[in-house]
């Protein structure tokens, strides 16, 4: 049933998902916000990198200074007042949610009984998402082990000096486009696929199409060795399965690595930067944002071409 | 790039305006929180105002009326008297009471002088005497002379003395003191006592007052309200909840709904809306409990409080007791809390919770008919119930525990043989050897208690052989019972024909409607049947009308339909049924036409008694099998009674009803019925759509129910209740033909409940299901909205009890007999004739011919039955009605109704029950010890016979005697069963108020009066009895017990003939 606006209502005005509704104006703004700070800031860069006087002495981030203006400003009034009304500003939205939506409090717990779908909170939901794509030890522990990893490591490996406490985009490009990827890109579009498209069964619904209990679908999932013509080459055999993932993970790592090192050198500036990295940086690096760039694929390949396991092994499955 | 500003951005910006403007808006959304904190979030705070103010204005309205009334009391002249009585009693007294209350003053005055002193005394002495017990030997001489010091010393007081206002000064040792403290408290004492005893009159009319003006004013005193209008305006705005800490049960319901709070609104006030001038307001929750006597009757004390204090509120009624945040969810109805309140017209649903047990509850007419419904429409041939229908589950345990008995018997033997071997050893001690022996010798008394368990336990098996019934009838019968063309039209158009049926509507397509009928049809027994020749159709009316049957059965379609609905409406036998085994089945319903081996599993024909050489004879004298070894199902399994009549009479009434059809009646032949190519597919069928669940079908017979169980279906988690398709539709409040639920969203069991009762096809709209056994299998039943309503409340009742195991109702003794008993009592329709319950009216009393006058026709209403009957009579009585193995053509002790107490074949144990069941609802102990009658003595006997037979109370005018053209006339039972029928104590009692143990009698009420302690005739005294001094009563009962016929043809000689002219009738 599509067209159904009365199911995609009840979605959008859960008290669960306010979170999410909002997130979905709020991050797109933010993101154009940041972005339009950061271009105004190269703008100024470039302005002063044409005068070096005008540079020495620089300490706005999106006009030149000018004579008659005050060399510095103080952190009190001009900072405080400007953070005080932001308090203020969150503190009345938070008080007119909390009265307006209360706690969304539901029956109590029944050993006996799964709810369907039953899905975790919000901020969650890019890890269920990721449980259809692969086995749960690997969405479940080693996923978000690696995320938390790769965000611990995150200054170790960027040293870039430029670009703290103003925006810039010219002087982070690849910081930033990373940051889109695996955020925007990732985790939050994987929040709003489990909040507004699986439902029940863990089934996908396009925005209103009608969540039917009863809702019947055909797909067979295949492993990569069984589909197309991998399915005349790959002999039937557990050991044959194993080699032959292996070698298509191998053949990813290859090119993913190539791909990333063909981004870092692409320009003057961040060729700079990764010769300035030492061999375990970049490792370290490399190996991150190739495990990071196999979540969109596995999606595509999961979701595209119904394939449930690229490698099969005896004993782990990816 | 943004043109450079001339000033700079930061410094110059004023952000005066916005801090402004959201400082505003911060106060507002605080002033917001603080509102919602107060009101928003408790509701209850405007509901106790708002009802403050209600009760209020209602008090103050009710406190002048009710002064009005005390005061029109005040003013009768009864009130009056008994205020003047009161007043010269007192008077009288007054002289010695002042003198008492002076005297009792001045004893006050010197005691008030007097006891500082002696207590302080005596708290000195009593220190040196503990001083003393614990001092060592060699102190306790010096000790001991401080303690007599103590008590020689005095002390000085000035006390008040007895006459006058004189002051005496005196000298008192401790001694002295203890003396004159004890004289005084003696004397005070004896004053007060005397004080009562002179005042006891006046007390007495005092109290007499105060009992005539509380019985004379309805409801509460000006006084007692005026207290509750104080306590009312002071009252406490506060969260009010019932806290009951071992069932964890926290109901806060009484915030809202505060007039249910009995501190408040006392038990004997009630609160309606209309009092509180609300009408009309549906905001408004403050009623008062309307069934107080509920209440009461959940307490054991019947303290209305106290079973609020116990039960609270949400075990009965649903609903979150503990939420008060809002009227939704304090009633519980979103989709979050498992239990919401129960709707208006299912409230009834709270009571099956714990009363699970019972067949039929008190004050709970909605929930008793969604039982009978789901008994006798035959859900319970489906879907299994816990209590419902247990026979066969009974009996299969029953058999299980008789083999482990045996099994234990088999392990004493051989536990016997192993002790003598091991005792016969030479090597065992002599010592041990004995005590081996001694064992040995004590387990065959063990093994027999056994057998006297395994005796037991297969009489219960016999038993429950005869209990286990079926909804249906017995198809094994169908050949010699119906036209063979009216069963497909009958699958096809079951409720065309007979609309009340039991039998629900199947969704049968054509080709199944020839395969289930061709299968019926050829497992059907060929016979024998008997021919009977044709009788008085007539007659056979008359009989029908008059013997009892409409108590079960209907007659008359549509508007004119009469009788009762617990068995077939018969407008439309003739149409079915044949003659010959009508007449058969009327004679004799439980009659079989081959009796069935349970072990075996077959119909046993004359060729198998043939092969034992015994004649085809089976019933239940003859019920072992042809071999003798086990017992057989020689009854159908109906609850149809046989009312004893006579061939000729089965005959005229079988005429009778196969004149009952429509006239254009007429069916397609249907030759497929003997069609054996059919029968398989037939047998197929009749198991996949469940029929063997309420018939006995041939091979099927051990077929168990197909349907889910329901016992605990009103706990099922809705998810799992099967609204396929529908269940958006539910969930947005669209009933399945498209139209807006009334009540929105039905996305719960009381929709599911009721759209699946309504049709229970509904939940396969929209599937694709070609093959129709795929489909839902449930058939149609044809209830009406009440019906449904009735079995929705049934199984919304049906739950998983959520509260402790103490507050559920599992009676034991005399409360669980009257549980057990009502099973039997609905199972076999007994209500149908008789009144059993107080307020509850049979079928029989609606019918056109016992109105006015001829109530006197109708069955004995059984009020206080167990009070009346000797237990082992009615055993008797219900095994045998016609009290009589050779004369059973008639009633055994009302022969002069023309209705029939019909024998109904119960089972030892179901006569067990029925009779503590009787007994249980009087209160009466048990084991029954029948009184001692004394013997008359002859001058009695004399006296006895003038009252018997005096004129203004001639007993025998109409009460039967035997004689037949006197009992023709006769509207009351023989004496001569008295002896054996009756309780003495009852029967002295009936005799004195027979109309307020039965209303409507024809036994008259007010034959004697009371005198000092004995009750004497109130008519003229015959000359016998003027100088009698005992009980004229308890001589009538003495000589009624001690009737003989000798005795009562004498007083036969002695009186007026019945006349019959009568009204009303009992005993």
Request: glycine share 6%; aromatic share 10%; hydrophobic share 40%.
């Amino acid at each position: 049933m599509w067209g159904d606006w009365y199911q995609l209502w009840e979605i959008v005005s859960a008290p669960d998902n306010v979170p999410i509704v909002a997130l979905l104006f709020l991050v797109p703004f933010y993101t154009w916000y940041a972005f339009r700070q950061a271009f105004e800031t190269d703008r100024l860069i470039e302005q002063l990198e044409k005068d070096p006087q005008l540079a020495k002495t620089h300490h706005r981030k999106t006009h030149a200074w000018q004579p008659g203006w005050p060399r510095e400003v103080h952190t009190w009034p001009y900072l405080m007042r400007v953070e005080f009304l932001a308090a203020i500003i969150v503190t009345v939205i938070l008080t007119v949610w909390s009265i307006t939506l209360n706690a969304p409090l539901e029956e109590p717990a029944n050993p006996n009984l799964t709810m369907n779908p039953a899905k975790a909170p919000w901020y969650f939901l890019g890890l269920q998402e990721m449980l259809v794509y692969f086995d749960p030890w690997i969405a479940g522990v080693l996923m978000p082990t690696l995320i938390i990893i790769g965000l611990m490591v995150i200054p170790y490996i960027d040293e870039n000096p430029l670009g703290n406490g103003y925006y810039t985009y010219k002087q982070r490009r690849f910081a930033i486009w990373t940051f889109l990827i695996g955020f925007i890109g990732l985790w939050v579009i994987m929040i709003v696929i489990g909040t507004f498209i699986r439902g029940p069964g863990w089934m996908w619904f396009w925005p209103t199409q009608t969540w039917d209990h009863n809702r019947l679908v055909f797909e067979v999932n295949r492993n990569l060795h069984e589909w197309w013509i991998f399915k005349h080459i790959v002999p039937q055999n557990i050991w044959a399965w194993t080699v032959f993932g292996a070698i298509v993970v191998g053949l990813y790592f290859a090119g993913a690595a190539y791909l990333i090192h063909r981004i870092c050198m692409a320009t003057e500036f961040s060729r700079k930067i990764y010769r300035r990295m030492s061999l375990l940086q970049i490792v370290t690096m490399q190996i991150l944002l190739i495990l990071m760039l196999a979540l969109p694929i596995k999606m595509l390949l999961r979701l595209v071409f119904r394939i449930k396991y690229v490698w099969v092994t005896p004993w782990f499955n990816v | 790039m943004p043109a450079q500003p001339a000033q700079d951005p930061i410094t110059s910006k004023s952000l005066s305006f916005h801090l402004l403007l959201w400082s505003f808006l911060l106060i507002l959304s605080l002033a917001w929180a603080l509102y919602d904190e107060m009101y928003g979030l408790r509701p209850w705070r405007s509901y106790q105002k708002r009802f403050i103010e209600a009760y209020s204005s209602y008090l103050q309205r009710e406190i002048p009326k009710q002064q009005q009334a005390e005061q029109s009391i005040r003013s009768s002249p009864e009130y009056q008297k008994l205020e003047a009585q009161w007043k010269a009693a007192e008077a009288a007294v007054a002289p010695r009471l002042s003198e008492i209350d002076g005297e009792i003053n001045r004893i006050n005055r010197r005691l008030g002088v007097l006891t500082p002193v002696f207590q302080e005394a005596r708290g000195r002495v009593a220190a040196l005497v503990y001083q003393l017990e614990i001092a060592r030997a060699d102190d306790r001489q010096s000790r001991l002379r401080e303690v007599e010091q103590a008590k020689q010393q005095t002390y000085s007081l000035s006390l008040p003395g007895l006459k006058g206002d004189e002051v005496e000064p005196v000298q008192l040792s401790y001694t002295d003191l203890e003396l004159e403290f004890n004289r005084l408290k003696d004397r005070k004492a004896a004053l007060v006592a005397e004080r009562a005893a002179v005042l006891a009159e006046a007390d007495a009319l005092r109290r007499q007052l105060e009992s005539y003006f509380s019985e004379k004013l309805a409801g509460l005193t000006g006084q007692q309200l005026q207290g509750l209008l104080r306590a009312v305006n002071n009252l406490d705005v506060r969260i009010r909840q019932i806290h009951n800490e071992s069932a964890g049960l926290v109901d806060r319901c009484q915030s809202c709904h505060i007039g249910m709070d009995l501190s408040l609104v006392p038990p004997n006030l009630t609160l309606t809306k209309a009092e509180l001038n609300l009408e009309g307001n549906p905001d408004a929750p403050f009623s008062s409990h309307p069934n107080i006597e509920l209440l009461r009757l959940h307490d054991p004390d019947r303290d209305p409080a106290k079973a609020l204090e116990r039960i609270g509120c949400s075990p009965c009624h649903g609903g979150n007791g503990r939420a008060t945040s809002s009227v939704v969810k304090g009633h519980g109805r979103h989709k979050y809390w498992l239990w919401p309140l129960y709707y208006r017209e299912n409230f009834e649903a709270g009571c099956q919770m714990c009363h699970a047990q019972d067949m039929v509850l008190d004050h709970a007419p909605v929930l008793n008919r969604g039982k009978e419904l789901y008994r006798e429409r035959g859900c319970v041939g489906c879907h299994r119930f816990e209590g419902f229908d247990n026979e066969a589950e009974q009996l299969l345990s029953a058999r299980q525990r008789i083999r482990q008995l045996e099994q234990q018997k088999r392990e004493y033997e051989q536990e016997i043989a192993r002790l003598q071997r091991r005792a016969d050893d030479p090597a065992t001690p002599l010592e041990v050897a004995r005590q081996l022996n001694e064992r040995a010798a004590s387990l065959p008394v063990v093994m027999s208690q056994l057998d006297a368990e395994i005796e037991q336990l297969q009489q219960r098996t016999v038993s429950l052989m005869r209990e286990e019934k079926k909804v249906g009838p017995s198809l094994k019968e169908v050949r010699v019972k119906l036209k063979k063309e009216w069963i497909p039209y009958w699958l096809a158009n079951t409720h065309e024909f007979r609309p009340d049926t039991k039998m629900p509507q199947f969704r049968l397509e054509e080709g199944e409607i020839q395969a289930i009928s061709a299968f019926i049809w050829q497992m059907g027994l060929p016979g024998p049947l008997e021919k009977q020749p044709r009788g008085d159709p007539a007659r056979g009316k008359q009989l029908f009308e008059t013997r009892g049957c409409l108590g079960c059965h209907s007659i008359g379609e549509g508007a004119n339909k009469i009788g009762g609905d617990f068995a077939a409406n018969l407008s439309r036998i003739g149409e079915k049924a044949n003659y010959d085994y009508l007449v058969r089945w009327i004679y004799n319903p439980r009659q079989r036409t081959r009796p069935y081996d349970p072990i075996a599993k077959k119909d046993l024909g004359p060729g198998d008694y043939a092969k034992h050489g015994k004649p085809f004879v089976f019933d239940l004298k003859n019920s072992r099998s042809p071999d003798g070894k086990h017992e057989l199902v020689v009854m159908l399994p109906t609850v149809m009674p046989s009312l004893r009549l006579t061939w000729q009479e089965a005959r005229d009434i079988a005429s009778y009803l196969i004149t009952l059809r429509r006239s254009d009646a007429n069916y397609p032949p249907a030759p497929y019925l003997d069609d054996p190519n059919l029968r398989e597919r037939g047998r197929e069928l009749v198991k996949f759509y469940g029929c063997a669940g309420c018939h006995e079908i041939a091979t099927l017979e051990e077929e168990g129910r197909i349907g889910t169980e329901l016992t605990n279906e009103g706990s099922k988690p809705v998810d799992r209740l099967d609204f396929a398709l529908l269940t958006h539709n539910a969930k947005r409040g669209i009933l399945p033909d498209g139209s807006p639920s009334p009540r929105g969203k039905w996305y719960d069991h009381k929709g599911f409940f009721e759209q699946k009762l309504a049709n229970p096809a509904i939940f396969d709209q929209g599937k694709y299901k070609p093959d129709p056994r795929d489909r839902l299998r449930m058939p149609k039943p044809n209830l009406t909205p009440a019906d449904i309503n009735a079995l929705t409340t049934f199984l919304l009742g049906s739950v998983d009890p959520q509260v402790p195991n103490d507050l559920l109702y599992r009676p034991e003794g005399a409360r669980k007999d009257i549980q057990d008993g009502w099973w039997i009592i609905t199972k076999y329709n007994c209500m149908g004739c008789h009144q059993i319950r107080v307020g509850q009216r049979s079928a029989l009393q609606d019918l056109p011919q016992y109105q006015g006058p001829n109530a006197d026709k109708l069955p004995p209403p059984l009020f206080g039955a167990g009070a009346r009957l000797n237990p082992r009579w009615l055993a008797r009585f219900l095994e045998n009605p016609a009290l009589s193995e050779t004369d059973i053509h008639r009633n055994g002790v009302r022969n002069y109704l023309e209705i029939r107490m019909p024998t109904f074949y119960l089972s030892d144990n179901e006569i067990r029950k029925l009779v503590r069941f009787f007994e249980a609802l009087s209160a009466q102990e048990r084991p029954f010890i029948p009184p001692v009658i004394q013997p008359l003595t002859e001058a009695e006997r004399t006296m006895a016979r003038d009252l018997f037979t005096h004129p203004a109370a001639p007993c025998l005018r109409c009460h039967a005697t035997g004689d037949p053209a006197h009992d023709r006339n006769a509207t009351a039972p023989n004496f001569l069963l008295a002896g054996e029928r009756l309780r003495p104590p009852w029967t002295q009692r009936w005799l004195l108020d027979p109309a307020r143990m039965i209303p409507g009698t024809a036994m008259p009420s007010g034959l004697f009066r009371r005198e000092g302690e004995r009750w004497i005739f109130a008519g003229p005294l015959p000359a016998s009895l003027r100088n009698y001094r005992g009980d004229h009563a308890e001589l009538l009962v003495r000589y009624m017990f001690l009737m003989t016929p000798a005795e009562q043809r004498l007083l036969i000689s002695r009186s007026p003939r019945a006349t019959g002219a009568s009204t009303g009738g009992n005993e």
